[in-house]
């Protein structure tokens, strides 16, 4: 077997395929569904509902090389990129499952064979060690006996955390919920290089490197602690594909492996270094791996942001960026390593090509406005030092500056270092360990699985053909506890049938609403929800009581119904509309579709232009009008995808699927309720387009009975307006621009009055100035001058006097704004902003501005008096301690 990455890649999914084992893509980096995760940290999160119990699979037996992110959430490698041979915040997980297939001893056989077999990785056995949990004499036995490892080299890893089953040895998805022990496979690397063994002192050493993690799921763990046994224990597994590639590769860093090698290179060619010898340079090394998470996680819909997922996107490029200006690099280069990475991931970067040019723009936008930051932030930071005391730059500052301004801890320290001021770094520290303490208490990681609606029943939908339908009750729920009886004032009323004609949320699809009724009985239904294979109708008894068993005529909202019809119908429309008029580049990024309205977010760098949106209207309302046939076929997802169908969401459990098609203009995967001809939608209308997030746009648009009211109703204004400026609805127009023409011309004409009054005012004022030391000292109270003449009038008086200081308030209704103005000459012996702070401590309020100009809205109108004629006495001071000075 060749031992490159691909190659390596490539015969693990082989091997496991030869063990009947159904090779899938890897899913998202976003989560999908999953409020529990930041990121995709793990190959089994994609499986998580099928551990959990409540979904289904199509195979028993899976294996994936997934795309994986650790630099946020639960599980950070960020800080410690660049600084070990082995961390990286995007790294390829390979993974084989078994849901309730084989277990323990498959588990391990295949294992073994894969890596010691000739044909395979054939790793020396004795240069591999195994760690079990402390009580699994199951899996320690068959390594022991079955596989034939040496006893000594087999090593039990108890409660090393004080609290059983908290092990390393023992994985669990949350504090309750699937659990179980796990078996780890270590690789020797050799005498010499530092570690010691799992479980001693120096394990974290790199001499024994973990290469594989087995985890036997046989558990379910309740709140109060209990172990429930599953009735099908399952397998998840997880092995680096980088760390397994150094071994094979015969190298100990992982950074020095054939696509990293090749990376660095390109990074080094692009950014002009010449000495990379042996690839050492940390900053590279970070590069190197930042721009892997960079580049996947902007194709798969993440962008940056100053929140959750977009935020840790910002930090990786900043991060990337900052250590790029650590080995000097003066220009943008980031964006420039797009081109590099995808040659060096090879087939696994195919989905990133279709998007390569809007990936490069993303991030050379994001590092141009990093360069701002970063001059924002030294202004910043040149500003605090200068208050530095004891040489010590504060924690305080520090995290301001990290947390809210994007600055660098690192290069805070570096512009500090060169000035010999130290920061506070326990500090920042304590004041970065208050905030992880926060964002944890908010998270939802700490979820009760066990307190999670878990129901074997199936659900079949008929509400593609039916619109009403007979059924079986086959479950209720109360406050998410299966009962067997729901009564008239129950709340959190869940209702489970056999077959329903309800359409359950998905798919951006809001659910169904309705009507479950009998005889003696009548729930009116707010909701429905999909819970793994069965569909769940949200609501309450209105009248008698339902009880499990019971038969109930469900009836859905069938108005409601046709409305979110038309919309997710012209949902599609619009995704069609989109690639025609904006490129192929655009990507779903969300979407909802509602009874009175949708909503479609995509990828897109600017604002959409109001002829771009008339464009998009025209297409949309053409395919209307062509009154195009919808059809739906049935087929394997394999054909879906060779026949050109767009997948807008990941769907792994699903090997047979329905598509969607739109006349000739679209073909989409779509489980949602849709009309049967276009023509069907009546009107498209956009209401409204807007940013929500770097690089991403939102259209919102109406159909149907929404879209003619909308029409009327702009008509009606339109007819409003026109009778309100004498015009009819043609001309509009033209008048409205007439009169905006007088308007402008009448503002001018009293603004020439406005500054004449100002300039009459100032000639008055200045003969209320006094000598004062050698300058102009002038304090007035003016009556209903607004503050835009304030300004024209401190500016007049500046030049008249030549040399000094301006205090005026002006009292409009009751408000009183103060202004003081200092000329040029005067302010480094005082400034207009200490003047205005020191009338505001005795009157209260807040404003501020420049150093020859300030101003502020007073709060205690009644001291304001006696701080005016402390005025004189003020300026004296600072005058006398000028001199003195």
Request: with cysteine; charged share 20%; proline share 2%.
């Given at each position: 077997?060749?031992?490159?990455?691909?190659?390596?890649?490539?015969?693990f999914?082989?091997?496991?395929h030869?063990k009947?084992?159904q090779?899938?893509e890897?899913?998202?980096?976003m989560?999908?569904?999953?409020?529990?995760?930041?990121f995709?940290?793990?190959?089994?999160?994609?499986?998580?509902?099928?551990?959990?119990?409540?979904?289904?699979?199509?195979?028993?037996?899976?294996t994936?090389?997934?795309?994986c992110?650790?630099?946020?959430?639960?599980?950070?490698?960020?800080?410690?990129?660049?600084?070990?041979?082995?961390?990286?915040?995007f790294?390829?997980m390979?993974?084989?499952?078994?849901?309730?297939?084989?277990?323990?001893?498959?588990?391990?056989?295949?294992?073994?064979?894969?890596?010691?077999?000739?044909?395979?990785?054939?790793?020396?056995?004795?240069?591999?060690?195994?760690?079990?949990?402390?009580?699994?004499d199951?899996?320690?036995?068959?390594?022991?006996?079955?596989?034939?490892?040496?006893?000594?080299?087999?090593?039990?890893?108890?409660?090393?955390?004080?609290?059983?089953f908290?092990?390393?040895?023992?994985?669990?998805?949350?504090?309750?919920?699937?659990?179980?022990?796990?078996t780890?496979?270590?690789?020797?690397?050799?005498?010499?290089?530092?570690?010691?063994?799992?479980?001693?002192?120096?394990?974290?050493?790199?001499?024994?490197?973990?290469?594989?993690?087995?985890?036997?799921?046989?558990?379910?763990?309740?709140?109060?602690g209990?172990?429930?046994?599953?009735?099908?224990?399952?397998?998840?597994?997880?092995?680096?594909?980088?760390?397994?590639?150094?071994?094979?590769?015969?190298?100990?860093?992982?950074?020095?492996?054939d696509?990293?090698?090749?990376?660095?290179?390109?990074?080094?060619?692009?950014?002009?270094?010449?000495?990379?010898?042996?690839?050492?340079n940390?900053?590279?090394c970070?590069?190197?791996?930042?721009?892997?998470?960079?580049?996947?996680?902007?194709?798969d819909?993440?962008?940056?942001?100053?929140?959750g997922?977009?935020?840790?996107?910002?930090?990786?490029?900043?991060?990337?960026?900052?250590?790029?200006?650590?080995?000097g690099?003066k220009e943008?280069?980031?964006?420039?390593?797009?081109?590099?990475?995808?040659?060096?991931?090879?087939?696994?970067?195919?989905?990133?090509?279709?998007?390569?040019?809007?990936?490069?723009q993303?991030l050379?936008?994001?590092?141009?406005?990093?360069?701002r930051?970063?001059?924002?932030?030294?202004?910043l930071?040149?500003e605090?030092?200068?208050?530095?005391?004891?040489?010590?730059?504060d924690?305080?500052t520090?995290?301001?500056?990290?947390?809210?301004?994007?600055?660098?801890?690192?290069?805070?320290?570096?512009?500090?270092?060169?000035?010999?001021?130290?920061?506070?770094?326990?500090?920042?520290?304590?004041?970065?360990?208050?905030?992880?303490?926060?964002?944890?208490?908010?998270?939802h990681?700490?979820?009760?699985?066990?307190?999670?609606?878990?129901?074997?029943?199936?659900?079949s939908?008929?509400?593609?053909?039916?619109?009403?339908q007979?059924?079986?009750?086959?479950?209720?729920?109360?406050?998410?506890?299966?009962?067997?009886?729901?009564?008239?004032?129950?709340?959190?009323g869940?209702?489970?049938?056999?077959?329903?004609?309800?359409?359950?949320?998905?798919?951006?699809?809001?659910?169904?609403?309705?009507?479950?009724?009998?005889?003696?009985?009548?729930?009116?239904?707010?909701?429905?929800?999909?819970?793994?294979?069965?569909?769940?109708?949200?609501?309450?008894?209105?009248?008698?009581?339902?009880?499990?068993?019971s038969?109930?005529?469900?009836?859905?909202?069938?108005?409601?119904?046709?409305?979110?019809?038309?919309?997710?119908?012209?949902?599609?429309?619009?995704?069609?509309?989109?690639?025609?008029?904006l490129?192929?580049?655009?990507?779903?990024?969300?979407?909802?579709?509602?009874?009175?309205?949708?909503?479609?977010?995509?990828?897109?760098?600017?604002?959409?232009?109001f002829?771009?949106?008339?464009?998009?209207e025209?297409?949309?309302?053409?395919?209307?009008?062509?009154?195009?046939?919808?059809?739906?076929?049935?087929m394997?997802?394999?054909?879906?995808?060779?026949?050109g169908?767009?997948?807008?969401?990941?769907?792994?459990?699903?090997?047979?699927?329905r598509?969607?098609?739109?006349?000739?203009?679209?073909?989409?995967?779509?489980?949602g309720?849709h009309v049967?001809?276009?023509?069907?939608?009546?009107?498209?209308?956009?209401?409204?387009?807007?940013?929500?997030?770097?690089?991403?746009?939102?259209?919102?648009?109406?159909?149907?009975?929404?879209?003619?009211?909308?029409?009327?109703?702009?008509?009606?204004?339109?007819?409003?307006?026109?009778?309100?400026v004498k015009?009819?609805?043609?001309?509009?127009?033209?008048?409205?621009q007439?009169?905006?023409?007088?308007?402008?011309?009448?503002?001018?004409?009293?603004?020439?009055?406005?500054?004449?009054?100002?300039?009459?005012?100032s000639?008055?004022?200045?003969?209320?100035?006094?000598?004062?030391?050698?300058?102009?000292?002038?304090?007035?109270?003016?009556?209903?001058?607004?503050?835009k003449?304030?300004?024209?009038?401190?500016?007049n008086?500046?030049?008249?006097?030549?040399?000094?200081?301006?205090?005026?308030?002006?009292?409009?209704n009751?408000?009183?704004?103060?202004?003081?103005?200092?000329?040029?000459?005067?302010?480094?012996?005082?400034?207009?902003?200490d003047?205005?702070?020191?009338?505001?401590?005795?009157?209260g309020?807040?404003?501020?501005?420049?150093?020859?100009?300030?101003?502020?809205?007073c709060?205690?109108?009644?001291?304001?008096?006696?701080?005016?004629?402390?005025?004189?006495?003020?300026?004296?001071q600072?005058?006398?301690?000028?001199?003195?000075?």
């Open positions: 077997m060749k031992n490159s990455t691909a190659d390596i890649r490539q015969a999914l082989d091997f496991y030869s009947g084992h090779i899938l890897s899913s998202s980096l989560p999908n569904n999953d409020p529990t995760l930041l995709t940290n793990a190959g089994m999160n994609q499986f998580k509902d099928i551990f959990l119990g409540i979904n289904k699979y199509n195979y028993n037996r899976v994936t090389c997934q795309r992110i650790r630099a946020g959430g639960k599980h950070n490698d960020l800080e410690h990129v660049g600084y070990t041979s082995r961390h990286h915040t790294f390829e390979l993974g084989n499952f078994s849901f309730g297939d084989y277990f323990k001893y498959e588990a391990i056989k295949f294992a073994w064979e894969l890596l010691t077999d000739k044909d395979w990785f054939n790793l020396t056995k004795e240069k591999l060690w195994v760690t079990v949990y402390n009580t699994d199951e899996a320690f036995n068959i390594w022991a006996y079955e596989i034939g490892i040496p006893q000594d080299r087999i090593i039990r890893i108890g409660n090393n955390k004080g609290i059983p908290t092990s390393d040895n023992f994985w669990q998805m949350g504090n309750t919920g699937p659990c179980g022990p796990c780890e496979i270590f690789y020797d690397h050799g005498d010499h290089i530092y570690g010691g063994l799992p479980g001693s002192s120096d394990e974290n050493g790199d001499r024994y490197i973990e290469i594989w993690n087995i985890v036997f799921i046989q558990f379910n763990r309740q709140l109060d209990t172990m429930l046994p599953l009735s099908k224990p399952s397998v998840d597994t997880g092995m680096g594909l980088e760390r397994i590639a150094a071994v094979l590769q015969n190298v100990t860093s992982n950074y020095d492996i696509i990293f090698r090749d990376l660095i290179t390109a990074i080094a060619n692009i950014i002009g270094i010449t000495d990379v010898s042996k690839f050492s940390k900053s590279l970070v590069i190197a791996d930042h721009i892997r998470s960079c580049v996947f996680l902007i194709a819909g993440i962008l940056p942001s100053n929140e997922r977009g935020y840790v996107l910002r930090r990786i490029i900043r991060r990337a960026v900052r250590h790029g200006a650590i080995i690099v943008p280069f980031f964006y420039k390593l797009v081109t590099p990475l995808i040659e060096v991931m090879g087939v696994f970067a195919n989905q990133l090509k279709c998007k390569y040019l809007i990936i490069k993303i050379k936008n994001e590092e141009e406005q990093f360069s930051t970063l001059e924002r932030g030294l202004a930071l040149n605090a030092l200068v208050n530095v005391t004891n040489d010590t730059l924690g305080e520090a995290f301001l500056l990290y947390d809210t301004y994007g600055f660098p801890l690192d290069l805070t320290i570096d512009v500090c270092r060169d000035l010999n001021i130290k920061v506070d770094i326990i500090g920042f520290k304590k004041l970065i360990a208050t905030q992880r303490c926060r964002a944890k208490q908010s998270s990681f700490n979820i009760d699985y066990s307190n999670l609606i878990y129901s074997n029943n199936i659900s939908f008929s509400g593609y053909d039916n619109i009403k007979y059924s079986i009750v086959t479950a209720l729920f109360c406050n998410n506890k299966a009962v067997d009886i729901i009564n008239v004032g129950d709340s959190g869940i209702v489970i049938l056999n077959e329903t004609p309800f359409y359950a949320e998905s798919g951006g699809q809001i659910g169904d609403t309705g009507q479950l009724n009998r005889q003696d009985m009548s729930f009116l239904v707010a909701d429905t929800k999909k819970y793994g294979l069965a569909i769940g109708h949200h609501g309450k008894v209105i009248h008698g009581s339902l009880k499990v068993g038969k109930v005529e469900a009836t859905i909202n069938e108005l409601r119904r046709h409305s979110i019809c038309l919309n997710h119908s012209a949902t599609h429309l619009l995704h069609a509309a989109l690639f025609q008029v490129g192929k580049h655009i990507s779903q990024q969300g979407s909802l579709v509602s009874d009175d309205h949708l909503r479609f977010d995509f990828s897109h760098f600017k604002p959409i232009t002829k771009q949106i008339c464009k998009l025209d297409i949309i309302n053409l395919y209307i009008r062509r009154n195009l046939l919808i059809q739906t076929n049935i394997d997802l394999e054909d879906a995808k060779a026949n169908a767009i997948a807008l969401f990941d769907d792994k459990y699903n090997k047979i699927v598509v969607l098609s739109i006349g000739d203009v679209s073909t989409e995967l779509c489980c309720t049967s001809q276009t023509g069907d939608i009546g009107l498209f209308r956009i209401t409204s387009e807007m940013g929500i997030a770097s690089g991403v746009r939102r259209i919102e648009a109406i159909t149907g009975k929404y879209a003619i009211t909308a029409m009327q109703n702009d008509t009606d204004i339109l007819r409003k307006s026109s009778f309100l015009s009819d609805t043609q001309n509009l127009a033209n008048k409205i007439v009169i905006m023409n007088k308007y402008r011309s009448l503002e001018k004409e009293l603004q020439f009055f406005k500054n004449r009054q100002a300039l009459q005012e000639i008055i004022l200045c003969n209320h100035a006094i000598d004062l030391m050698g300058i102009k000292l002038l304090v007035s109270c003016l009556n209903d001058i607004d503050v003449m304030l300004h024209i009038i401190i500016h008086l500046k030049n008249k006097l030549g040399s000094g200081v301006i205090f005026l308030t002006t009292n409009i009751g408000k009183v704004t103060l202004a003081a103005g200092i000329t040029k000459d005067l302010i480094d012996k005082v400034t207009a902003n003047l205005i702070n020191m009338v505001l401590k005795q009157t309020g807040k404003g501020g501005g420049r150093p020859d100009m300030a101003m502020a809205s709060i205690n109108i009644v001291a304001l008096p006696q701080a005016i004629s402390n005025i004189k006495s003020w300026i004296t600072k005058l006398c301690c000028t001199i003195t000075s």
